[in-house]
């Protein structure tokens, strides 16, 4: 399977980010990580999908040390850029 990327702005709130993601998931791809990527006057995220021949389960996206959602395992955890700051994100997919 492929992989490729897209670009999903930091100055959204978490929940927007995670509905992008899910979003993009709608065309059978999966979430696999993020960056951060910027200059001194700019960051963004860039988030890596992998094409996949199913729709992935539903994905959620918490900042590090909230609760994890019941009935999920934790994909990835590390940086976003969440309403324009570097936040520590953990990425959670139902089970």
């Known amino acids: 399977m492929s992989y490729y990327e897209v670009e999903i702005e930091g100055k ?7 509905g992008q993601i899910a979003d993009e998931e709608l065309g059978f791809c999966e979430f696999k990580s993020s960056r951060v ?3 001194d006057t700019w960051v963004t995220n860039i988030v890596t999908f992998q094409k996949t ?5 539903p994905l ?5 040390g909230d609760p994890q959602p019941s ?5 990835w955890s ?10 520590s994100v953990v990425a959670y997919r139902e089970v």
């Open 53 to 57: 021949d199913l729709r992935p389960k």
């Open 60 to 64: 959620a996206l918490v900042k590090q």
């Open 37 to 39: 990527s910027g200059t």
């Open 71 to 75: 009935g999920t395992k934790n994909v």
């Open 78 to 87: 590390g940086e976003m850029v969440v309403e324009g700051t570097c936040t």
């Open 12 to 18: 959204y709130k978490i929940d927007e980010i995670s």
